[in-house]
Every structure is written in structure tokens, then in C-alpha cells.
């Protein structure tokens, strides 16, 4: 299974972004799916999980009321849109999944920069 991460960019503060994780290969094998977060100089943290039903979502106390997760089995895709962006949002954003065997599948990272 591969992850591949879309959507990062440079938006000014205030703005939004969504963000893309499309999954291939063996995607019946996928359970819950991730967004993580790197800052620089910072670890890594977790943004928001979601079940692979999409019936349990739960967010990083730093993006609720301002990050939306959700996944489209259908199309093997998941998504985290993100509004009122600040400087603090800035970071490589990561997708992750976890089989159904426990397995962690991480995506290669797309960069999310706010400019304030």
C-alpha cells in the first residue's frame, strides 16, 4: 500500500488549505487513517484519526473547531481540510494508516507553510 500526500502549500494567515492522502495497492487492508505533523525542530504529533467507517474522528486540541478530517473509501482518499490557518500550522503534514493486521503505513509528507 502506498500514501500519497497532496495539497500543502503557502497561505497567508486566516486562510485554509485541504489537504489530500490517496491510497494504493492493497487498500482493503487499511483500517484507521491518520494526519500527523512535523514542525521544524519540533517531534512529530498527531492532527486528527479517524475509524475506517469514519464513525469515530477525533482531533489534537491545537485544530478543533478548525480541522476537518474525512475519508471517501469509494475513492481510497483521505482529506483534512483546514481553516483559520496560523503561523503555529506550519509544518510537513503527514498521512497515516494502520492495517488491519496493525501494520503503520506512513506517506512521504507535504509541506504546509502559513505566512503571517
Known amino acids: 500500500v502506498q500514501l500519497v500526500e497532496s495539497g500543502g502549500g503557502l497561505v497567508q494567515a486566516g486562510g485554509g488549505l485541504r489537504l489530500s492522502c490517496a491510497a494504493s495497492?492493497?487498500?482493503?487492508?487499511?483500517?484507521?487513517m491518520g494526519w500527523y505533523r512535523q514542525a521544524p525542530g519540533k517531534q512529530r504529533e498527531v492532527v486528527a484519526g479517524?475509524?475506517?467507517?469514519?464513525?469515530?474522528?477525533k482531533y489534537a486540541d491545537s485544530v478543533k473547531g478548525r480541522f476537518t478530517i474525512s475519508r471517501d473509501n469509494a475513492k481510497n482518499t483521505m482529506y483534512l481540510q483546514m481553516n483559520s490557518l496560523n503561523a503555529e500550522d506550519t509544518a510537513v503534514y503527514f498521512c497515516?494508516?494502520?492495517?488491519?493486521?496493525?501494520?503503520?503505513?506512513w506517506g512521504q509528507g507535504t509541506q504546509v507553510t502559513v505566512s503571517s
Open positions: 497515516y494508516a494502520r492495517t488491519v493486521v496493525g501494520g503503520s503505513l
Open positions: 495497492g492493497s487498500t482493503s487492508s487499511i483500517n484507521a
Open positions: 479517524i475509524t475506517s467507517d469514519g464513525g469515530v474522528i
